[in-house]
Protein backbone atom coordinates (compact mmCIF):
# COMPACT_ATOMS: atom_id res chain seq x y z
CA UNK A 1 0.00 0.00 0.00
CA UNK A 2 0.99 3.68 -0.68
CA UNK A 3 1.73 5.94 2.06
CA UNK A 4 -1.20 8.53 1.61
CA UNK A 5 -1.07 12.45 3.25
CA UNK A 6 -3.64 12.80 6.27
CA UNK A 7 -7.02 13.45 5.26
CA UNK A 8 -6.90 17.32 6.82
CA UNK A 9 -7.78 20.97 5.41
CA UNK A 10 -4.15 21.09 4.95
CA UNK A 11 -4.20 18.07 2.43
CA UNK A 12 -7.07 19.83 0.68
CA UNK A 13 -5.57 23.16 0.33
CA UNK A 14 -2.10 21.22 -1.14
CA UNK A 15 -4.69 19.53 -3.65
CA UNK A 16 -5.94 22.80 -4.94
CA UNK A 17 -2.34 24.53 -5.22
CA UNK A 18 -1.28 21.65 -6.62
CA UNK A 19 1.20 21.06 -3.84
CA UNK A 20 0.39 17.47 -4.23
CA UNK A 21 1.13 15.11 -7.31
CA UNK A 22 -1.99 14.48 -9.27
CA UNK A 23 -1.54 10.41 -8.45
CA UNK A 24 -1.34 10.93 -5.09
CA UNK A 25 -4.89 13.23 -5.13
CA UNK A 26 -6.16 9.94 -7.35
CA UNK A 27 -4.94 7.26 -4.63
CA UNK A 28 -6.88 10.00 -1.89
CA UNK A 29 -10.15 9.52 -3.45
CA UNK A 30 -9.55 5.88 -4.71
CA UNK A 31 -8.80 4.95 -0.73
CA UNK A 32 -12.20 7.12 0.42
CA UNK A 33 -14.35 5.58 -2.04
CA UNK A 34 -13.21 2.13 -0.69
CA UNK A 35 -10.67 0.61 -3.45
CA UNK A 36 -7.90 -0.99 -2.04
CA UNK A 37 -5.15 -2.94 -3.71
CA UNK A 38 -4.36 -6.56 -2.88
CA UNK A 39 -0.97 -7.11 -4.02
CA UNK A 40 -0.76 -10.56 -3.34
CA UNK A 41 -3.27 -10.98 -6.14
CA UNK A 42 -2.25 -7.75 -8.10
CA UNK A 43 -5.40 -6.36 -8.43
CA UNK A 44 -7.64 -4.08 -6.95
CA UNK A 45 -10.15 -5.46 -4.43
CA UNK A 46 -13.44 -3.69 -4.91
CA UNK A 47 -15.06 -5.33 -2.16
CA UNK A 48 -15.66 -2.46 0.21
CA UNK A 49 -16.60 -0.23 -3.15
CA UNK A 50 -20.25 1.62 -3.52
CA UNK A 51 -22.27 -0.90 -6.09
CA UNK A 52 -22.40 2.71 -8.19
CA UNK A 53 -18.67 2.66 -8.27
CA UNK A 54 -17.91 -1.08 -8.71
CA UNK A 55 -20.06 -1.54 -11.04
CA UNK A 56 -19.07 1.08 -13.56
CA UNK A 57 -15.38 1.40 -12.83
CA UNK A 58 -14.24 -2.09 -11.65
CA UNK A 59 -10.85 -0.66 -11.58
CA UNK A 60 -10.15 3.17 -9.67
CA UNK A 61 -10.54 5.72 -12.32
CA UNK A 62 -8.10 8.11 -12.96
CA UNK A 63 -10.03 11.55 -12.21
CA UNK A 64 -7.52 13.98 -13.20
CA UNK A 65 -7.65 12.54 -16.57
CA UNK A 66 -11.37 11.31 -17.63
CA UNK A 67 -13.91 14.04 -17.25
CA UNK A 68 -16.63 11.56 -17.08
CA UNK A 69 -15.18 10.06 -13.76
CA UNK A 70 -15.32 13.56 -12.62
CA UNK A 71 -18.58 14.31 -13.40
CA UNK A 72 -19.98 11.20 -11.47
CA UNK A 73 -17.65 12.14 -8.52
CA UNK A 74 -19.22 15.60 -8.49
CA UNK A 75 -22.95 14.03 -8.92
CA UNK A 76 -21.99 12.14 -5.68
CA UNK A 77 -21.35 14.83 -3.55
CA UNK A 78 -24.91 15.57 -1.59
CA UNK A 79 -25.81 18.90 -2.60
CA UNK A 80 -25.37 20.16 1.24
CA UNK A 81 -21.70 19.83 0.47
CA UNK A 82 -21.50 21.06 -3.09
CA UNK A 83 -19.63 24.68 -1.68
CA UNK A 84 -17.98 23.27 0.78
CA UNK A 85 -14.65 24.68 -0.56
CA UNK A 86 -15.64 27.99 -0.37
CA UNK A 87 -17.75 27.99 2.60
CA UNK A 88 -15.53 26.04 4.78
CA UNK A 89 -11.93 26.98 3.79
CA UNK A 90 -12.91 30.32 1.98
CA UNK A 91 -11.80 29.23 -1.70
CA UNK A 92 -12.15 31.87 -4.08
CA UNK A 93 -11.64 29.38 -6.84
CA UNK A 94 -9.42 29.87 -10.13
CA UNK A 95 -8.43 32.81 -12.21
CA UNK A 96 -9.68 32.97 -15.47
CA UNK A 97 -6.76 32.34 -17.81
CA UNK A 98 -5.12 30.72 -14.75
CA UNK A 99 -6.96 27.11 -14.92
CA UNK A 100 -7.81 24.42 -17.28
CA UNK A 101 -9.73 20.81 -16.57
CA UNK A 102 -6.72 19.82 -14.63
CA UNK A 103 -7.23 22.18 -11.77
CA UNK A 104 -11.14 21.87 -12.23
CA UNK A 105 -10.56 18.16 -11.51
CA UNK A 106 -8.62 18.72 -8.76
CA UNK A 107 -10.69 21.09 -7.25
CA UNK A 108 -13.57 18.32 -7.32
CA UNK A 109 -11.57 15.70 -5.81
CA UNK A 110 -10.68 18.24 -2.85
CA UNK A 111 -14.05 18.69 -2.74
CA UNK A 112 -15.54 15.85 -2.53
CA UNK A 113 -12.95 14.82 0.19
CA UNK A 114 -14.24 17.65 1.91
CA UNK A 115 -17.49 16.42 1.73
CA UNK A 116 -16.03 12.67 2.99
CA UNK A 117 -14.39 14.63 5.91
CA UNK A 118 -17.96 16.59 6.70
CA UNK A 119 -20.33 13.71 6.36
CA UNK A 120 -17.55 10.84 7.84
CA UNK A 121 -16.93 13.67 10.82
CA UNK A 122 -13.56 13.61 10.51
CA UNK A 123 -12.08 16.01 12.02
CA UNK A 124 -8.83 18.06 11.41
Given at each position: ????????????????????????????VW?????R???????W???QVA??????????P???????A???????????N???L??????K???????????????T?????????K??????
Open positions: MFKLPPLNTDTIWAILNEEIADDTVNKLNYLGYYDSTANQDITPEWKEEYPEPNFIESRLTVKLTRSIPQAKQLKEQLGFGYKIGEFGPRQTRRAAANWLLSYMDAGVTQ
